[in-house]
Nanobody, 120 residues
């Protein structure tokens, strides 16, 4: 079983920055991808940024150039640096990790979510 603990959400003004962190713990063979998603009321959860085991990254068009995802493979943590925040970035942000168990199955795990609110 894998547990994810997120931190770093809060209330900021437009143009400011926030840094989200997600710590992974538990029993697993390896971590494949580490991602951040977000969701607003009444809408589907959307992918914000993702990084794979090789360190390749991918971003939603809406955050490209403003957000940066990074992972510390030794500590099994992933962070999301969010700069130049806009009111439309307001959402609950979720950490998502794909971890392999010891028989090779890739299992997706989710954090509990952290609220990010950007005021105009």
């Amino acid at each position: 079983q894998v547990q994810l603990v997120e931190s770093g959400g809060g209330l900021v003004q437009a143009g400011e920055s926030l840094r989200l962190s997600c710590a992974t713990s538990g029993i697993f063979s390896s971590i494949n991808y580490m991602s951040w998603h977000r969701q607003t009321p009444g809408n589907q959860r959307e992918l914000v940024a993702t990084t794979d085991a090789s360190g390749n990254t991918n971003y939603a068009v809406s955050v490209k150039g403003r957000f940066a995802i990074s992972r510390d493979s030794a500590k099994n943590t992933v962070t999301l640096q969010m700069n130049s925040l806009k009111p439309e970035d307001t959402a609950v942000y979720y950490c998502n990790v794909g971890a392999r168990n010891f028989v090779g199955n890739l299992i997706s795990y989710w954090g509990q979510g952290t609220q990010v609110t950007v005021s105009s």
